[in-house]
């Protein structure tokens, strides 16, 4: 998508549709008092309640410069959060999109109490221009639209708009890069595939790449990672990719990222129904990959190492067995009781190899469990660490970034559930209770007490089953803009 700022207002600009965001039923603008008369007719005429990604879609009829006006839904001001701005952005352009609008204008200033001009012009372009995108690479006959959306009015502070717009654009162009990886299935986006994808972003943005392959690994002994790919035709990977920063003396912060290709369960199979969305398990490697360009394009001081842990769980005559007990490489033996919770297999010799760059801090990011559906359903991720006040650091910029996370403990008990009975770990707790904790304890063996590390756990935010107001099934690439809210800050 296009985007551009201009000091001229809104009232100027000649485009197939103006975006109005609505807050309480009450249109966000202000000194547009003929606008607002239209507006409020409409609101009133259609019973618009503004309600959080709704949206409503009208002519103009020339009253204005424009040819429709798309009305974006807030909610209830006591309940804003930044997500929801970037959703209705991003429903406001889906809904345009799907009356033939081709370009947007929508204003500079914002009204929303909290948050700065230059926040309201990053979320909405970030939401404007995933709302642009579709997952259409197998679909016959599909034809790309190329969108626009113009920012109008002057800004407070405009170097910081423009900044904000700039950042906007670059991050964008990541998402809806990654975003067309991520949602590719199972025969197409091989562990082979997406190390090929990885090194070229990486040469592409700059980024150093290497790869750990099937004679590396076990070299390395990490045996974790290939008992998930004894049964697979495909070999395992651990693909790193590195970003120097601008500060030589800085420490390197690592973002680890689950990149099961497809996970059938292995021989603990799963069920058909839990099986279709599998290619989706993936999802912590790609929010990862999309931070790394990222942070290639923007170039933030400090170094960012990139790891992604790849492999296929399959059945077969040479897949791991329950019962079977491996070394992982940094020297603890694990009983693999359950072949489907292998997440935390391959997490472990990533994380274990990841102290090896004596980081600053390590954040991994998977579709760990079930449980934390359980738990919080769809609308945030869990964050379990060992150190309270860096996962507090995650959480304020999530909430930035428009992605919720919220803390669960880890607590000696729950490291106490994963101890083995003929090996140091389990890869199933004893209680079959507290998943989303437990499973965060089995990788609390793999990092050093002294480095800050924090495990997001995505299950429930990576990706949509159906389709919403502000996004197509697929893939939302949650935790991507966390890490860079995040790493921007340090």
Avoid at 56 to 83: S, W, Y
Avoid at 150 to 167: H, M, Q, V, W
Avoid at 385 to 396: V, Y
Avoid at 425 to 434: C, P
Wanted: proline share 4%; charged share 20%; hydrophobic share 45%.
């Amino acid at each position: 998508m296009k985007l551009s700022l201009t000091a001229r207002p809104l009232e100027t600009q000649a485009k197939e549709a103006w975006i109005i965001f609505v807050q309480n039923k009450k249109p966000l603008l202000s000194g547009h008092t003929e606008l607002i008369k239209l507006l409020n007719s409409q609101i009133k005429k259609t019973g618009f309640s503004g309600d959080y990604a709704q949206t409503l879609v009208f002519p103009t009829f020339g009253k204005v410069q424009a040819e429709n006006i798309v009305l974006a839904g807030l909610g209830d001001r006591k309940h804003f959060r930044m997500e929801y701005l970037e959703r209705a952005a991003s429903a406001a352009v889906r809904a345009g999109k799907r009356a033939g609008i081709k370009n947007f204008a929508t204003v500079t200033a914002t009204e929303i109490s909290k948050v700065s001009e230059a926040a309201f012009v990053r979320a909405v372009a970030r939401g404007a221009a995933w709302g642009s995108y579709s997952f259409d690479t197998f679909k016959t006959g599909s034809k790309k639209r190329e969108l626009s959306i113009t920012f109008a009015g002057p800004c407070e502070n405009s170097a910081a708009c423009r900044k904000a717009l700039s950042e906007a654009e670059l991050e964008s162009q990541a998402l809806l890069a990654t975003a067309d990886l991520a949602n590719l299935p199972g025969n197409e986006a091989t562990p082979q595939k997406i190390s090929n994808w990885a090194q070229k972003m990486a040469k592409e943005n700059g980024l150093a790449f290497s790869v750990l392959n099937k004679a590396e690994l076990k070299k390395k002994n990490c045996n974790a990672i290939l008992a998930v790919a004894a049964g697979s035709a495909q070999d395992a990977k651990i693909i790193t990719l590195k970003y120097k920063g601008t500060n030589p003396k800085a420490k390197p912060i690592v973002l680890v990222g689950k990149t099961i290709t497809f996970d059938s369960g292995g021989l603990s199979l799963k069920t058909g129904k839990h099986m279709e969305w599998m290619q989706y398990d993936k999802s912590g490697g790609m929010a990862v990959l999309a931070a790394m360009q990222m942070v290639a394009q923007l170039k933030p001081a400090t170094p960012v190492i990139g790891m992604l842990a790849v492999a296929e769980n399959m059945p077969s005559g040479s897949a791991a067995r329950p019962g079977d007990i491996v070394k992982a490489h940094n020297g603890k033996t694990i009983e693999i009781l359950n072949t489907d919770a292998e997440g935390r297999l391959v997490l472990a010799d990533a994380l274990s190899l990841a102290k090896l760059h004596k980081p600053a801090a390590i954040v991994d990011l998977a579709t760990l469990t079930g449980a934390v559906v359980v738990a919080l359903g769809y609308t945030a991720a869990a964050i379990v660490g060992n150190d309270h006040k860096f996962n507090q650091t995650l959480i304020k910029a999530g909430d930035a970034a428009g992605e919720r996370l919220w803390e669960l403990p880890l607590w000696p008990e729950n490291m106490d559930d994963m101890k083995g009975t003929f090996a140091d770990l389990r890869n199933i707790s004893k209680s079959s209770t507290a998943g989303t904790t437990n499973g965060a304890a089995f990788l609390a063996n793999f990092v050093p007490e002294e480095i800050p590390w924090a495990h997001l756990d995505i299950a429930g935010t990576a990706y949509e089953e159906s389709s919403k107001p502000w996004t197509d099934a697929g893939a939302t690439l949650f935790g991507a803009r966390t890490l860079i809210e995040w790493i921007k800050g340090l």
